[in-house]
C-alpha cells in the first residue's frame, strides 16, 4: 500500500545527535515503497526530499493519508498541526520523543500534572501514539493513552558503511571515545566527565572527543573544568555540528557513549552501529530489547563509569546496524503498520 505521508519535525538541519537524520532517511525509505513523502520544519535546503513551509499546511493536508510528527520542540506549533489534520479528516502519528524527559508522571501531584496538560492534550487527540522505550510509553500511559505503540528510529545503515578514519588533531595509534549530540546536561556530558574521571588508568590511551552544537555556555565551562583537573590533553571539543565534520569523527570514533540523562531518540547509536562502533548508553536513550554491539546501564554516573570500563576493556570485533530497530528500513515497516491502523480510525492497536 502506498500512502502519503507528511512528516513534521522541529528542524531539518542535520546536526549532531538530531532527529532529522533519522526522518530523512525514514521519509526517502517510505518514498522508495511508492507514495508521495512531504517533510515540514525549519530548514531543509539541499535535501533531496520534498519540503514545505508551515504556511503550506493546509495545502498538503488534501493531498496525505497521514500526519506524523516526530517530536514535540514546540507544543503550540505541534497542536496547531494536530488539530488542523484532524479537521481535515487526517489521521495523525505522533511520536513525543523524550518531550516528558525523565519525569515520572504518574508520581507528580495536582499543580505539577497541570503544566502537562497541552501534552495530554496531544496524546489525547492524536490517532496512535507511540514511544521510544518502556519508560516513556508508561509516561505516555500515565496522561492518559489507552494504548501505546513501541517505535525505534533508524537510519539508513549503507550511508555508514565507508566512513573513513583519519582526522586532524588526534594520532593513529590513540583511541578515542565519541561524544555525538548536543553538548548539555540533559544529554548527560557533565555525569560522563565525572565517570570518566574516576576511571584512573582504565582510561590511559584514550581520548574523549565531544561533538555537537553548543547548548548554552556548557563548552566553555566543561573545558575550564578539564583544564583545572589537568586533563586538556585527553578532551576534545568540536562545536561545527555539520554533517561532514560528524561522519569525519564517527568513522574515527573506536567507541561510542551515550550517557543521556532523560528519554532521548536514541539517533547517535542507531548511526554509531551502523557505522561499526562498540555503544555504551543509557536505558533512557535505548529502545527496549539487545542489539549486538550496545551495551545498556542505567542513567547513574556509577552505572556508567562501570559501563566505560567494560566497554573500553573490550574494543574490538564488528557489529551491525542491518536488520535490527536502528535500521531505517525496519522502521519503514513497521510504521507501515501502524499507518494503515492510523487511516481505518481505532486507537486500539
Known amino acids: 500500500m502506498a500512502l502519503k505521508v507528511l512528516h513534521v519535525v522541529g528542524a531539518l538541519d542535520l546536526r549532531a545527535g538530531d532527529v532529522a537524520w533519522s526522518v530523512v532517511d525514514f521519509a526517502r525509505a517510505l518514498g522508495g515503497r511508492g507514495g508521495r513523502q512531504v517533510l515540514m520544519g525549519r530548514g531543509g535546503d539541499g535535501l533531496d526530499v520534498e519540503t514545505v513551509g508551515a504556511s503550506e499546511l493546509g495545502e498538503v493536508l488534501g493531498d496525505v493519508d497521514v500526519v506524523h510528527v516526530h517530536g514535540v520542540e514546540d507544543l503550540d506549533e505541534s497542536f496547531r498541526v494536530v488539530m488542523a489534520a484532524k479537521e481535515a479528516g487526517v489521521g495523525v502519528v505522533l511520536s513525543p520523543l523524550g518531550v516528558l524527559g525523565a519525569v515520572d508522571v504518574s508520581g507528580l501531584g495536582w499543580f505539577a500534572r497541570r503544566k502537562l496538560k497541552g501534552i495530554k492534550r496531544l496524546v489525547e487527540t492524536a490517532t496512535v501514539v507511540t514511544g521510544l522505550n518502556g519508560f516513556e510509553v508508561g509516561q ?38 565519541l561524544y555525538l549530540g548536543r553538548i548539555e546536561p540533559e544529554g548527560g556530558v557533565v555525569v560522563l566527565m565525572r565517570a570518566l574521571a574516576g576511571l584512573g588508568p582504565a582510561f590511559d590511551g584514550w581520548r574523549l572527543l565531544v561533538v555537537g552544537d553548543d547548548g548554552g555556555d556548557w563548552v566553555q565551562q566543561l573545558r575550564a573544568g578539564v583544564t583545572r583537573k589537568g586533563a586538556a590533553d585527553r578532551v576534545i571539543f568540536v562545536t561545527a555540528g555539520d554533517m561532514d565534520v ?11 557513549v551515550c550517557p543521556n540523562m532523560t528519554v532521548r531518540c536514541p539517533v547517535v547509536v542507531g548511526q554509531a552501529v551502523a557505522a561499526g562502533k562498540p555503544v555504551l548508553s543509557t536505558e533512557m536513550g535505548l529502545c527496549d530489547g ?56 481505532p486507537r486500539v492497536l
Not at 517505535?151 to 586532524?168: E, I, M, P
Open 290 to 345: 539487545d542489539v549486538a554491539g550496545v551495551r545498556r546501564c542505567a542513567a547513574e554516573q556509577g552505572a556508567i563509569g562501570r559501563g566505560l570500563a567494560g566497554l573500553l576493556g573490550d574494543v574490538g570485533g564488528t557489529v551491525s546496524a542491518a536488520g535490527t530497530v536502528f535500521d531505517v528500513s525496519v522502521m519503514a515497516e513497521r510504521c507501515l503498520g501502524i499507518y494503515e491502523r492510523c487511516i481505518s480510525g
Open 140 to 177: 505516555l500511559q500515565a496522561l492518559g493513552a489507552e494504548h501505546v505503540e513501541p517505535l525505534a528510529y533508524g537510519v539508513d545503515v549503507s550511508r555508514y558503511s565507508a566512513l573513513g578514519g583519519d582526522v586532524d588533531g588526534v594520532g593513529v595509534d590513540e583511541k578515542v571515545l
Open 246 to 256: 560528524q561522519m569525519a569523527w564517527l568513522g574515527r570514533a573506536d567507541a561510542v
